[in-house]
């Protein structure tokens, strides 16, 4: 009895030594994954780019040359340009009221009126937005309308005279609108009192170089030349209209890289019989982030065993 009562109590012994040797054995038992996933998403992009250069209109209308009424008698000739405005923003240039008296020869160009009307030079709405890049040169209309000269119930005496509005320059970056070197004849009518000679010459209005850069992102629009030699002759009458040349000239660099770099080392080891496994991925996309995820799966591997060995030593000491 004393025998039985000494091994069961060395079998107790070592049960509790083994199940605490398979507890150690059983928490390292653990396998330890790493996963280290690197996503480089560096994008660039360029949106929504749209180079407008749009509704720009230009209408020479309602130009309405009317010599009526004109009587010309030599004698103490006077010259008047008068009222002569030139404004640049609603740019309006109006040469009116225009007299010339000879003396107590009076010379009217019968409210002699020379309109170059409703003269809008309009850039507007110019937008740039950098992405799905459009550029559209719209709406631009140039009209030269209504243009009527009449000659009407002239009378002419000779004398030289001459009218000139010339050199005149309007420049919108290197854009240069030239209406220029305008020669007015009437029959080959030429009437001068003492040489009297009015010019109005080399008027310059210039908004230059203008230039909108957005990134590499470049658009350039040089060299717009727009040029009216226009002549009216009446009698002889010629009219020759020369539109010059509009250059659009645009360079566009868009750059993209996209480098996707991922590296993933999963290793599994299985033991025993049974195991239970947890795979969790997480993916973030993000500019330079490296994610690492870390997991760890406890397998039951080594409790059947653990069990198996307590029953067999307990067997054994008790009999």
Known sequence: MSRRFNSTII???????????????????????????????????????????????TTTGNGTTTTGNSTTTTGNSTVTTGNSTTTTGNSTVTTGNSTTTTGNSTTTTGNGTTTTGNGTTVTGNSTTTTGNSTTTTGNSTTTTGNGTTTTGNSTTTTGNSTVTTGNSTTTTGNGTVTTGNSTTTTGNSTTTTGNGTTTTGNSTTTTGNSTTTTGNGTT????????????????????????????????????????????????????????????????????????????????????????????????FFIF
Not at 242 to 255: C, D, H, R
Request: net charge positive.
């Open 11 to 57: 079998s107790i012994f070592f049960v509790v030594l083994l199940a605490s040797l398979m507890s150690k054995i059983e928490a390292q038992s653990g396998s330890l994954t790493t996963t280290v996933a690197t996503v480089v998403n560096g994008t660039t992009t360029i949106t929504n780019g749209t180079v407008t250069t749009g509704n720009s209109t």
């Open 220 to 315: 350039t629009i040089t060299n717009s030349t727009t040029t009216t030699n226009s002549s009216t002759t009446t009698g002889n009458g010629t009219t020759t209209m020369i539109m010059g040349t509009t250059t659009v000239v645009m360079n566009t660099t868009m750059p993209m890289t996209t480098t996707v770099v991922m590296n993933t080392t999963m290793p599994m080891t299985t033991m025993s019989s049974t195991t239970s496994s947890t795979t969790t991925t997480t993916t973030t996309t993000s500019s330079g982030t490296t994610v690492t995820v870390q997991q760890r799966s406890h397998g039951n591997n080594l409790y059947s065993c653990k069990i198996l060995s307590i029953f067999l030593f307990s067997l």
